[in-house]
């Protein structure tokens, strides 16, 4: 169930995006000389902060097992690394940050007494990339921004600093915001300064009693701005793999940012950190390339995560587990790294959450489509045949989407303004320029269609019909039906609305679902524990939709079963779901009764955690989170749909190209004439969406650990 110490997984590579799922071979190796070892004393090496073959920056945190006072020596590459190697865990365990590593393969060998042992690491760089393939170029730098100084080379390195706050016990003002990097409430704190007599104190969920001084640290991982908070006082050692502290509670909580746009720059970090949290002794990590606002590349944040985590461990120490936090792009990250890279996080809090990026992405580009029609049409729309054509609580919903990601997502030129412009893609003046649509800011997964020389794309609307469903319900004609088929068009490689549909590219549907860019609710997704926060904003037009949690639930259902893990809490009024999260977690490491991992997240939820929503009164309605079905809380809070769902589209949302069937009559609940109906078969000359069968390229399970 815990993964925090990474055990071999089985490894993924995409030469030319053939997947091929292979066994690390001989990662440790024993070697009893002088015959079987005795019992329990079986010597082993396992690496503590990531995987063996995955390791950054020189260095790695490795544990010997089965020592049992037997006399241990170790060499790294021939040469004597035996005193990194102390006690920990009684006298059978050693553990030793190995330092020096050279890049690339590195034989670490290990002999007690007559037994022996031996493991390979695989060392990359601290700037990566380990997984993620070539970096992205060009790349704008921002570590001034953050404090750290110009950058030392082309790789965004800066030094690292280390700054301390302190809680003040005065009482702060309702409704104060943050003063420049500060949170509300805290203040610089001076180590070599008198304590100050406004120095607050704080209790940790273990119980200790301490002040309430946080230690800030910020540096560069993988060309990200990482930054660590965590409770300590300077006075006092810090944690490491070796020993603990009254201020650190053993849990990490790695905090992932909002909004989604192409990358080419290093990014700012997220705006705020959670005081509470580090005031009860969590430890809260995260870097700029976390934040799909700096860089829509869930990959990315991936590998990121797994840096900054391993840093984390090699400097304090290994996690009881790692909670994940994070709201609307944060979400997805979530998501994304629990399916694609299992042993990360084992515990995720989405809130404002969406499924992934690509299955979201139609519907989205679909707005853009829409809104054209509309504003073209000889027809008279009503503002509630567009909201039923839509899907959405209102046609604002896709307004809200058109203001940034329809059709900005799909346009090469949606860059941030941190981008030179002219390095930036023109058809005409600079054609060889980075393009900031979402495929091509995963070129990497998606890699170039030779003909064109951009990432292949994996976005469709052939076969769709719009507004089906307001059709079938009476709520638009058969000629406004007709006429918004024949009319919609799609999109061209530049984002540019043309006549015809779009048509994806074969080989890019197979990626998106066999690379896991589609969330299928693979890996470790359907094996921990989620928390999935969701405030209600449909009515207001708001992109973040109640629709999108009971999405991931039906993913679950379809790859699982059962959504038994997930919790879907619906205008939560009071607690803290990392807490809820912690205790969820806490039970289930030391349930040690016989069961599967979804038998022990299912027994040892904390009582009283439960689908639920609360009325506005506060008070709490616990009821199964279930779609459109009947229910105070969908009475209270009605999900809604989209333009796919509105078109007939399953609720799991995770086609991308439907499967097409011949026009059948059948399928209208509203009258045709001939002539409408011989219409509407050349409006759809290769078919209609099949939605009964699986999406073309939907053949895939995604693959882990995948090497780009």
């Given at each position: 169930m815990f993964l925090s110490r990474f055990s071999p997984a089985p490894q993924a590579t995409v030469?030319?995006?053939?997947?091929?799922?292979?066994?690390?071979?001989?990662?440790?190796?024993?070697?009893?000389?002088?015959?079987?070892?005795?019992?329990?004393?079986?010597?082993?090496?396992?690496?503590?902060?990531?995987?063996?073959?995955?390791?950054?920056?020189?260095?790695?945190?490795?544990?010997?097992?089965?020592?049992?006072?037997?006399?241990?020596?170790?060499?790294?590459?021939?040469?004597?690394?035996?005193?990194?190697?102390?006690?920990?865990?009684?006298?059978?365990?050693?553990?030793?940050?190995?330092?020096?590593?050279?890049?690339?393969?590195?034989?670490?060998?290990?002999?007690?007494?007559?037994?022996?042992?031996?493991?390979?690491?695989?060392?990359?760089?601290?700037?990566?990339?380990?997984?993620?393939?070539?970096?992205?170029?060009?790349?704008?730098?921002?570590?001034?921004?953050?404090?750290?100084?110009?950058?030392?080379?082309?790789?965004?390195?800066?030094?690292?600093?280390?700054?301390?706050?302190?809680?003040?016990?005065?009482?702060?003002?309702?409704?104060?915001?943050?003063?420049?990097?500060?949170?509300?409430?805290?203040?610089?704190?001076?180590?070599?300064?008198?304590?100050?007599?406004?120095?607050?104190?704080?209790?940790?969920?273990?119980?200790?009693?301490?002040?309430?001084?946080?230690?800030?640290?910020?540096?560069?991982?993988?060309?990200?701005?990482?930054?660590?908070?965590?409770?300590?006082?300077?006075?006092?050692?810090l944690p490491d793999p070796w020993s603990e502290s009254p201020f650190w509670n053993g849990r990490l909580v790695y905090s992932f940012g909002g909004g989604c746009m192409a990358g080419y720059r290093q990014g700012r970090l997220p705006a705020d950190v959670d005081v509470s949290l580090v005031a009860r002794g969590f430890a809260i990590a995260s870097s700029s390339l976390n934040v799909l606002g700096n860089n829509c590349n869930d990959v990315i944040s991936a590998e990121t995560m797994m840096m900054v985590k391993e840093y984390f461990i090699k400097t304090f120490g290994v996690p009881a587990y790692t909670i994940?936090?994070?709201?609307?792009?944060?979400?997805?990250?979530?998501?994304?790294?629990?399916?694609?890279?299992?042993?990360?996080?084992?515990?995720?809090?989405?809130?404002?959450?969406?499924?992934?990026?690509?299955?979201?992405?139609?519907?989205?580009?679909?707005?853009?489509?829409?809104?054209?029609?509309?504003?073209?049409?000889?027809?008279?729309?009503?503002?509630?045949?567009?909201?039923?054509?839509?899907?959405?609580?209102?046609?604002?919903?896709c307004l809200s989407w058109m203001k940034r990601y329809s059709p900005g997502w799909l346009r090469p030129d949606s860059c941030d303004a941190s981008m030179p412009k002219d390095r930036v893609y023109d058809p005409v003046s600079n054609p060889k320029g980075a393009r900031c649509t979402l495929q091509d800011n995963q070129v990497n997964v998606y890699r170039r269609d030779p003909k064109t020389g951009f990432a292949r794309r994996p976005l469709d609307n052939v076969g769709v019909q719009y507004g089906l469903e307001a059709f079938n319900a009476g709520k638009i004609t058969a000629k406004q039906f007709l006429e918004l088929n024949e009319k919609i068009g799609g999109f061209d490689m530049d984002g540019n609305i043309v006549s015809v549909r779009t048509s994806a590219d074969p080989q890019a549907l197979l990626v998106a679902y066999r690379t896991g860019r589609v969330n299928a609710a693979?890996?470790?997704?359907?094996?921990?524990?989620?928390?999935?926060?969701?405030?209600?904003?449909?009515?207001?037009?708001?992109?973040?939709?109640?629709?999108?949690?009971?999405?991931?639930?039906?993913?679950?259902?379809?790859?699982?079963?059962?959504?038994?893990?997930?919790?879907?809490?619906?205008?939560?009024?009071?607690?803290?779901?990392?807490?809820?999260?912690?205790?969820?977690?806490?039970?289930?490491?030391?349930?040690?009764?016989?069961?599967?991992?979804?038998?022990?997240?299912?027994?040892?939820?904390?009582?009283?955690?439960?689908d639920a929503c609360w009325d506005p009164a506060g008070q709490q309605i616990a009821e199964p989170a279930e779609y459109r079905k009947p229910g105070r809380c969908n009475e209270l809070y009605p999900a809604h749909g989209d333009p796919r769902l509105a078109a007939g589209a399953p609720l799991a949302g995770d086609v991308l190209k439907c499967a097409l069937k011949p026009v059948d009559r059948a399928d209208y609940r509203q009258p045709l004439t001939g002539d409408e109906f011989a219409r509407l078969k050349q409006i759809f000359p290769q078919g209609v969406c099949d939605y009964s069968r699986p999406g073309v390229g939907q053949i895939h399970k995604p693959e882990p650990w995948i090497r780009y």
């Open positions: 030469p030319a995006f053939s997947a091929n799922i292979w066994t690390m071979v001989a990662i440790v190796l024993l070697v009893a000389l002088l015959g079987q070892p005795a019992a329990g004393q079986v010597l082993s090496l396992h690496t503590l902060s990531g995987r063996p073959d995955m390791v950054s920056g020189g260095t790695a945190l490795v544990e010997i097992r089965g020592v049992a006072g037997a006399a241990v020596s170790a060499d790294l590459n021939g040469r004597d690394v035996s005193t990194a190697f102390r006690a920990r865990r009684g006298a059978e365990t050693l553990v030793g940050k190995v330092e020096g590593l050279r890049s690339g393969k590195n034989l670490l060998a290990v002999r007690a007494g007559s037994r022996r042992a031996r493991l390979e690491l695989v060392n990359y760089p601290v700037s990566g990339p380990v997984f993620s393939g070539p970096h992205q170029s060009p790349f704008v730098c921002q570590t001034e921004a953050a404090g750290l100084g110009a950058p030392l080379d082309e790789n965004c390195t800066a030094k690292t600093r280390v700054l301390y706050y302190y809680r003040t016990t005065e009482k702060t003002p309702a409704g104060a915001t943050k003063s420049g990097d500060l949170p509300a409430g805290l203040k610089p704190f001076d180590p070599g300064a008198p304590r100050p007599p406004d120095l607050a104190e704080t209790t940790t969920t273990e119980g200790k009693r301490v002040p309430l001084i946080l230690r800030r640290e910020i540096g560069v991982i993988n060309r990200a701005i990482y930054q660590i908070w965590m409770l300590h006082d300077p006075a006092q050692p994940g936090m994070g709201g609307s792009g944060g979400s997805i990250q979530q998501h994304l790294i629990a399916q694609n890279y299992p042993g990360l996080l084992d515990g995720i809090t989405p809130s404002a959450s969406y499924p992934d990026v690509v299955s979201i992405g139609a519907p989205v580009a679909d707005c853009a489509l829409l809104a054209r029609y509309f504003e073209s049409s000889s027809l008279n729309w009503t503002e509630e045949q567009k909201t039923a054509v839509s899907g959405f609580a209102t046609w604002g919903t693979g890996g470790s997704l359907g094996s921990i524990p989620i928390i999935d926060l969701r405030r209600y904003l449909d009515p207001k037009g708001d992109i973040h939709d109640r629709v999108r949690s009971f999405q991931t639930r039906a993913r679950l259902v379809k790859a699982h079963g059962t959504p038994a893990n997930q919790v879907i809490l619906t205008e939560p009024k009071a607690g803290n779901a990392i807490l809820l999260m912690d205790q969820w977690l806490s039970r289930i490491r030391s349930d040690r009764a016989a069961g599967g991992a979804a038998e022990k997240i299912a027994r040892n939820k904390p009582e009283g955690l439960a």
